[in-house]
C-alpha cells in the first residue's frame, strides 16, 4: 500500500459456472476449493475483501469455511458479469481509496501480484497486468471509477470501461501466465490440477 491509500479487492463468485457443469468454485484443487484459494490469495495480500455470490450461495459462502469476509449477493447476477461487479462495488467501504476485481476462478494468481499492484494504487488508477503481450485479470481501479463501475450491466464485465478509457490505464508487467488462466471448464480444471502436482513434485526434489 501506498501512503494512505487503502486498497481492498471485490471477489466476483456469483456466477452460474455453466460451461463446467457443476459449480467451479466450489470444485477442489490442490486439496480446496477455487474460491478458497482466491480468498486466501487477496488475504495473503493484506487486503480486505468483498465477495459478491448469487448461484448457489450457500455452497459457495460454505467453501470458504471461516474466513473473514464480507459477502453480498447479487440477486440480478444470471443478467451477466457486470451486475456483479456493480453489486461489489457498490458494497465496498466508504474508507477504500481503491479496489482489485478478482475473479473467483482464477486461483492460480499470486498475493505477491496483488502486493505490488497495490503499492502503485490512487484514487485514479487503472491498473492492469500483462504478462507476453497479453493484458489479464485482477484489475485495480481508483474510488474516481467506482460511480462507473456501478453502472455496468451485461456479460462484458468492465472490458467497455477499460476500452473508453484507454489512456488512463497503466500496464503492469508480470512474469507468468497465473493472470490469464481461469477454472472455467473441466479442461482449464483439470490442467490447473496437473500444473499443481507438477510444482508440488518440483518442492519435493
Do not use: Y
Not at 480468498?39 to 467453501?63: Q, W, Y
Not at 471461516?66 to 458494497?91: F, K, M
Not at 478478482?102 to 499492484?117: I, N
Not at 503499492?119 to 504478462?131: D, E, K, M, N
Request: hydrophobic share 50%; charged share 20%.
Amino acid at each position: 500500500m501506498k501512503g494512505a491509500i487503502k486498497v481492498g479487492a471485490v471477489i466476483l463468485a456469483a456466477g452460474s459456472s455453466r460451461r463446467m457443469g457443476s459449480n467451479k468454485l466450489c470444485a477442489l484443487l490442490d486439496g480446496k476449493p477455487v474460491i478458497a484459494h482466491v480468498a486466501d490469495m487477496v488475504l495473503a495480500a493484506g487486503l480486505p475483501a468483498v465477495i459478491v455470490v448469487g448461484h448457489e450461495a450457500d455452497a459457495v459462502m460454505e467453501s470458504l469455511g471461516a474466513r473473514t469476509i464480507l459477502s453480498v449477493v447479487a440477486p440480478d447476477h444470471a443478467a451477466g458479469q457486470a451486475h456483479s461487479l456493480a453489486a461489489g462495488v457498490r458494497a465496498i467501504p466508504a474508507d477504500w481509496d481503491a479496489a482489485f476485481i478478482c475473479l473467483g476462478d482464477m486461483p492460480l494468481v499470486p498475493a505477491e501480484l496483488l502486493r505490488k499492484m497495490a503499492q502503485a494504487a490512487s484514487t485514479r488508477t487503472i491498473i492492469v497486468p500483462h504478462f507476453n503481450g497479453r493484458r489479464g485479470n485482477p484489475v485495480l481501479w481508483g474510488r474516481r471509477w467506482f460511480d462507473a463501475l456501478q453502472t455496468l450491466t451485461g456479460d462484458k464485465g468492465a472490458r467497455d470501461l477499460l476500452l473508453h478509457h484507454r489512456a488512463d490505464v497503466t500496464e503492469f508487467a508480470w512474469r507468468d501466465d497465473s493472470i490469464h488462466h481461469d477454472a472455467d471448464t473441466p479442461e482449464a480444471l483439470a490442467a490447473m490440477r496437473d500444473q499443481c502436482r507438477v510444482a508440488k513434485d518440483e518442492s519435493a526434489n
